[in-house]
């Protein structure tokens, strides 16, 4: 097994989700730190800024493509291209993702849909076209999947995202050991409250976004929220170190080590957190 990734320098890494919120500020502080990047997002122009505030600090992009990871063509033959100008990569970074909450009476099927071919079969499509090739190169390597406090917690009105991100949980845990003897580490990061877009846009079926009840919460968990950049120091971070759980806050480390040692207080707080989100229903 040969040593852990020491710094993401001067490795080609491929970063998801690389046109806004976490995927772009990893894809800035993976530059800084000289990483040779390899980019995409399903918005043209956000990844297209990204590409240029990269070059712009002297950073070095080797490809970038505008495409629905949810595609599994698409990725295929982005991946292709990649491999055949530049060779297999040495770091995969799963960041791209979508969200929608909502009690299950609510929730649409495109909603459950959206939640399985982003935020999981997305990955899936990027891990099969561009790990193999990482394993037959024989230089080791990292991969990196962005899942969420939701893929370790059961949160109110989250079941078709939680579905999402504890199916990237479970296979990122078998790769973990799958992947070790070819001297690729895994490493999934959980992030809680975070700051980005998201925050604005997540669609809450059965709820009105512009009820002034609604709208104190948003802004309180804006307050509560970490910016993007503080993430993405602590993925390079959790590479560089070896973690295979990444927090980005505090209180999502202990609400999990509280969650499995203390199972019936668990229980209780989350059945009143989701009588509290209920009351938020239209009637």
């Known amino acids: ?83 055949a100008a530049h060779g297999s990569l040495d770091v995969v970074m799963n960041v791209a993702g979508v969200s929608a909450w909502g009690t299950v009476e609510n929730l649409e099927h495109r909603h459950w849909r959206s939640m399985v071919d982003v935020n999981l079969m997305g990955p899936i499509h990027v891990i099969e076209s561009f790990v193999p090739p990482m394993v037959r190169a024989g230089r080791g390597g990292a991969l990196v999947n962005v899942s969420s406090a939701a893929g370790l917690l059961a949160f109110p009105w989250h079941a078709a995202y939680s579905a999402s ?6 296979l990122s845990e078998v790769l973990r050991f799958d992947l070790a003897r070819h001297g690729i580490t895994v490493h999934l990061v959980v992030p809680g409250a975070v700051n980005t877009h998201l925050v604005q846009t997540v669609e809450i079926a059965g709820v009105d976004r512009e009820d002034p009840r609604v709208q104190r919460y948003v802004k309180r968990f804006q307050r509560h929220a970490a910016p993007p950049e503080q993430v993405a120091g602590q993925i390079l971070r ?14 999502i480390r202990f609400g999990y080590w509280w969650a499995r040692k203390f199972a019936l207080p668990y229980e209780i707080v989350m059945r009143r957190a989701n009588d509290l989100f209920n009351s938020f229903l239209r009637n």
């Open 238 to 251: 959790g590479i560089e170190k070896g973690r295979f759980m990444v927090y980005t806050s505090f209180d």
């Open 1 to 83: 097994m040969r040593d852990r990734l020491k710094s993401v320098s001067g490795k080609k890494t491929l970063v998801t989700g690389a046109a806004s919120g976490i995927g772009r500020a990893t894809a800035l502080a993976a530059a800084r730190s000289g990483a040779e990047l390899v980019l995409t997002d399903i918005d043209a122009d956000g990844l297209a800024e990204t590409v240029e505030i990269i070059g712009g600090e002297g950073g070095k992009v080797l490809m970038s493509r505008a495409l629905d990871i949810s595609d599994y063509d698409a990725v295929t033959a982005f991946a292709e291209e990649v491999h």
């Open 165 to 170: 991100k504890f199916g990237l949980r479970g």
